[in-house]
Nanobody
């Protein structure tokens, strides 16, 4: 059973930074696609960023491009999301998700992800 546990959320001022972490167990994620999604109150879940574990290639939603960076620590089996220049519209519950190998070439469909974390709240305000 794959478990994903997010941490690092909290409150931050507008323009500030946070780094989210997603610890994965018990397996390593070679050939998996790992991603961050978010869901704001009253809104649908939306794609934020994805990283293909083996190749390291990344994808970002347009709304976070240039502000957020997805990365990995292979040895610790941890996925990160560095969030800079945060805006109030970034306020949401952030989820880590894992897509099994060869499931899809696309990263923006939530139904392609088999494993989800419990989420961590990020609140951005003045």
């Amino acid at each position: 059973q794959v478990q994903l546990v997010e941490s690092g959320g909290g409150w931050v001022q507008i323009g500030g930074s946070l780094r989210l972490s997603c610890a994965a167990s018990p397996r390593t994620f070679s050939d998996y696609t790992m991603a961050w999604w978010r869901q704001a109150p009253g809104k649908e879940r939306e794609f934020v960023a994805a990283l293909r574990w083996s190749s390291g290639t990344t994808d970002y939603a347009g709304s976070v491009q240039g502000r957020f960076t997805i990365s990995k620590d292979i040895g610790k089996n941890i996925l990160y999301l560095q969030m800079n220049y945060l805006k109030p519209e970034d306020t949401a519950v952030y989820y880590c998700a894992a897509m099994e190998p060869f499931r899809s070439d696309y990263v923006t469909a939530g139904y392609d992800y088999s494993y989800w974390g419990q989420g961590t709240q990020v609140t951005v305000s003045s």
